[in-house]
């Protein structure tokens, strides 16, 4: 599953859920995958604006 948000404030109640693997910087957007609820998560804060969240997207569907 990715879950995408373009805010810290947006994604702070999933990602303070997770159980958290790797972190890592993919273009602008921060990237943690992990687990949450015993499911897998790639959670992804964008920045704010359509073009962010395309460019965020478009990086996680070429991984």
């Known amino acids: 599953m990715a879950i995408l948000g ?11 859920a997770m159980t958290l693997g790797e972190q890592a910087r993919w ?9 949450w609820n015993g499911i897998p998560v790639v959670l992804m804060r964008t920045g704010i604006g359509g073009s962010r ?6 990086r996680l569907l070429d991984h």
């Open 6 to 16: 373009a805010l810290r404030e947006e994604i702070a109640g999933i990602r303070g």
């Open 27 to 35: 273009g602008k957007a921060d990237v943690w995958t992990g687990t």
């Open 53 to 58: 969240a395309v460019e965020g997207l478009s």
